[in-house]
């Protein structure tokens, strides 16, 4: 009943922007806490950035000061605004949200994936 559709990635150079964009459709839910995910060939799927219903934010340390998450809450979106992009940000980025429907709370539903790749 939840879907996630990302957009926005593709190749940049070293130093570029990107911003990314996760919008939620469906019917009967509600948002909790949104973020995004990011995994590179042969390596874990880590959080990159989340941000809760009341706003509070959260970075990995390497993102930290170039990454802005944030939302829209009217339109169930997500957003990642990425700067000073650098080539070990390589990877697929995935966002989730955790919902509550039919009341059952914290369920986890992902998007599809958006490729990011950094490179001169």
């Known amino acids: 009943q939840v879907q996630l559709v990302e957009s926005g990635g593709g190749l940049v150079q070293p130093g570029g922007s990107l911003r990314l964009s996760c919008a939620a459709s469906?019917?009967?839910?509600?948002?909790?806490?949104m973020g995004w995910y990011r995994q590179a060939p042969g390596k874990q799927r880590e959080l990159v950035a989340s941000t809760t219903g009341r706003g509070t934010t959260n970075y990995a340390d390497s993102v930290k000061g170039r990454f802005t998450i944030s939302r829209d809450n009217a339109k169930n979106t997500v957003y990642l605004q990425m700067n000073s992009l650098k080539p070990e940000d390589t990877a697929v980025y995935y966002c989730n949200v955790d919902v509550t429907r039919g009341g059952w709370s914290g369920l986890p539903y992902w998007g599809q994936g958006t490729q990011v790749t950094v490179s001169s």
């Open positions: 469906g019917s009967g839910f509600s948002i909790n806490t």
